[in-house]
């Protein structure tokens, strides 16, 4: 796991994983949005996957 600063209320960071379709290894990088209080969690603003951006599996496990 990765954490890359971008902006202020930005950050970005980069998680290896296992796909659930395949079982192969993938790469996940996730933009979030920093949340204005601590009692509530980070908003993700962009997902992205090495081998399927739209697999809907993955990107669940981020929210």
Do not use: G, W
Not at 5 to 10: L, P
Not at 25 to 45: E, F, L, P
């Amino acid at each position: 796991m990765e954490k890359e600063q971008e902006r202020e209320d930005e950050y970005t960071m980069t998680f290896e994983s296992i796909c659930p379709t395949d079982v192969s290894k993938v790469k996940h990088t996730v933009v979030y949005k920093k949340a204005t209080c601590t009692r509530v969690d980070d908003i993700v603003q962009h997902f992205y996957c090495n081998r399927d951006s739209k697999c809907v599996k993955c990107q669940q496990n981020y929210l």
